[in-house]
């Protein structure tokens, strides 16, 4: 019993490490070889010239999507929650149409590199800037400190590393690698990295997946079956709906609270966004969300069998004894699949996904930073590119930092719900300004600010005085609080998740604040936005190398 | 560096002009009639199926195949729906407005030279 309190059983460290040393060999080789090719201008290093086609990055996406917190706990919730952690995989996959409908192509037709290019197209740039900036790197600065923490806790499953220092080192060569991509490869490099990851983890997930169906006949029902009779008495709770989110009617609304986040959130991400930049028209933006679509649709239908397979093949009282609980499931079925091996190889290619996608969000906001802040706001577009480049090179290597230093402090703490976090700053703050920009001719400078700024503070407040913050009663088996801070109690508001009351408000505020100033829309730059958006006309082209 | 600056050599009175051109302004009534309506029905259809997870769970528990429930089958819908609206606006796009964007464009570009 004492190996199952350090680690995961069966799992051998170094095995895990060395095929995860692999991926990165092989990885940053692939990174110098793509960066070879590059041009030194502004738009290889942000969007890789645009050079990328539609399937390509439409892989990339969904390596950049499908991060740790959806492979390993996705598949946990369902193993341990049942259906309910079935709930977040269709809120993920439905989240797209918001992309493929409404903003992909739009955006990639009036846009260079960045949000704040689509959001100041057409209103007073500096302010604009500097708003869809800040609400950028708030949300890349939560979504960074949730996956380096989770790296933290990674390494005490996986490599069986429970001494925080050693835990903090492993942690400090993550954040090294990821600012080598990002600093030698630029967009080009991440997005291979992105691309073989994402081949990996859906392959690997796949494999799995066959795996489990195999043992079962090929029959779903058996799958489940075999859940129901591992789980014993609360066996059958596990096939509907409320096993988590049922217990109180708070805790239904927040979970449509939740449900409203992600499905708006997603394409109001800034790193998902600038990937539409990363192809030469928007014909190829539409044809990379379609095979994202797919991919993450076929991720989280494996996510699916492998819950359920968890929760079949390894039991809930296992996982939940296990270091890192939920989020053991996956390795632990990997183990009774394939052992030591299977299990080395999952635990490389969940090392990879946190590497992938912080990489691309440490590309997205030094972006931001340098394009929108330093290029357009402090030297008023009258910059070198090669400044910018500088600069933006600089704010990688700063922002990586603050990921390695935020990722070690935080490493322990309870910070899962900084992705909900991100995504309700993304559907409340991003995509009410993003759609209004795109359709509403009215829209002006003061409306874009109100709705950013608005939603990025009621977002934040409410989750401030929210019970993730403070004020959970006591788990009586562990002794401490779910929420983050202990013994304090300065919450009044009722909800995990501010969605449901933050997305709507920021719509309001971008109505209010358009209506209400005396701004008046620029029309001329409107009609150019709308027809540059809907036929592409002088939009950015790839660069021909 | 600003995204204007990298605008084709048309003066402001030339986006407008395409702007009101009967092709574009159809061109803007296909793409509108087709993302409005089916954006409402997807988000409708979704808020249906958290409702009915939140507050009807023992209709959702309903056995229908073996151990498969109503709410797995409609978890399963909302993927199967989320697969063919992505097949059928790809669909309407190629056919329906591709080719009159790239008229647009192709004049609007051509014509300023």
Redesign the interface.
Known sequence: MTVLAQGVEGSNPLLNITIFGLFVVITLAIVIRVSRRATSG?SDFYTAGGGFSGAQNGVAISGDYLSAASFLGIAGAIALNG?DG??YS??F??A???A???VAELLRN???FTMG?VL??RMR?RPVRAAAATSTLAVSFFYLLAQMAGAGGLVALLLNITDKTQQGIVIAVVGAVMIAYVLIGGMRGTTWVQIIKAVLLIAGAGIMTVWVLGKFGM????V??GA?ERGGQAGEAL????KQ??KSEIS?ID??SL?LAL?LGTAGLPHILMRFYTVPTA?EA?RS??WA??LI?LF??FTLVLGYGAGALVGPDAIKKAPGAANSAAPLLAFELGGTVLLGIIAAVAFATILAVVAGLTITASASFA?DVY??VIKK?T?A?DD?IKVARITAVVIGIVAILGGILANGQNIAFLVALAFAVAASANLPTILYSL?WKRFNTSGALWSIYGGLAITLVLIIFSPVVSGKPVDPVTGRSPSMLQDVDFGWFPLDNPGLVSIPLSFLLGYLGTVLSKDNAN???Y??M???S?????A?KAVSH | ????E???P?G?QD??T??SSPE?QD??RR??SF?FP??GV??SW??L???L???A??F??VKV?????I??VF?LL??VS??A??AW??RY?DRRL?PL??K??DE??GGSA
């Not at chain 1, 096939?239 to 409320?242: C, E, F, Q, Y």
């Not at chain 2, 560096?1 to 204007?4: A, G, I, L, N, V």
């Not at chain 2, 195949?65 to 429930?69: D, E, P, V």
């Open positions: 502004a259906y079935f709930l269709v809120g996959l439905v797209w149409l918001v493929l409908l409404l009036t846009g260079k290019d100041a197209f740039q029959n779903l029902s058996s489940l079956a129901v096939l509907s709906p409320g989110y049922g239904r979970f449509i449900a499905v014909k539409r969300v379609v679509i797919w649709g989280y239908l394009h290029a357009n577009g910059t590119p910018e359709f029309e001329d730059k009609a150019e709308e027809v540059r809907l036929t592409g006309a002088g950015e | 560096m600003s995204t204007t990298s605008s084709p048309v402001a986006w407008e395409v702007r574009f061109l803007r793409l509108r993302v089916l954006t997807f988000l979704y808020l199926y958290v409702l997870a939140s507050y769970p023992s959702m528990a195949l073996g151990n498969i429930n709410g797995l978890g909302q993927f989320t697969f609206i992505t606006y790809v796009a591709d964007a790239g647009l464009r609007i570009e």
